[in-house]
């Protein structure tokens, strides 16, 4: 077994963060009393809307801005924000589904070994991190792509990126340097 076989490695997407704005002024108290599954936060200023179908939590503020949380794909985001719109439309708003944009993705890959995490960060010192008093995993970072790993010794590794392309080239990098390191 070597670092350069190819090995499928299977990366769970758990969270898909994505916003839109609907262009138009949102009444809350509106939202609040005439729509399903909502929470309203008075104090905060926001009312968070869950859908099923997608399993969907939306965060709405009055000046039109959302933040939908909890899809587990980008088309799943998508097609969970524009329900939303709906739902917020036969509300009675002028909604118009603009600026969509997915923000954040997290993801879990499991490793086929355990990892040596003082000998990993040693190797990787400037983009790696490893405080074991404070967190029981390594955190490296890779700039170019804009991902953030939390690298477990029992080979577990929850990535955060821009997107689903962002989080799989960061697991193709990472694998190499995670692969010297084994126990």
């Known amino acids: 077994m070597d670092a350069d076989s190819d090995v499928a490695l299977d990366i769970l997407i758990t969270n898909v963060v994505c916003v839109f704005r609907t262009r138009c002024h949102l009444n809350l108290r509106k939202i609040a009393l005439e729509g399903a599954n909502v929470i309203y936060k008075r104090d905060v200023g926001k009312v968070l809307m869950k859908l099923r179908k997608p399993r969907i939590t939306a965060t709405i503020w009055s000046s039109g801005k959302v933040i939908c949380t909890g899809a587990t794909s980008e088309e799943e985001a998508k097609f969970g924000a524009r329900r939303l719109a709906r739902s917020l439309q036969k509300l009675g708003f ?61 080979g577990s590794i929850t990535v955060t990126g821009p997107n689903v392309k962002a989080v799989a080239s960061a697991v193709e990098q990472i694998y190499p340097f995670v692969f010297e390191s084994r126990k």
Do not use: G, W
């Open 94 to 154: 002028q909604v118009i589904f603009t600026d969509f944009k997915v923000v954040n993705v997290l993801a879990v890959c499991n490793m086929p070994f355990e990892i040596r995490l003082p000998e990993f960060t040693k190797n990787n010192r400037p983009n790696a991190s490893y405080e074991p008093e404070l967190h029981p995993a390594v955190c490296y970072r890779i700039k170019t792509l804009r991902a953030t790993l939390q690298i477990f010794s029992t």
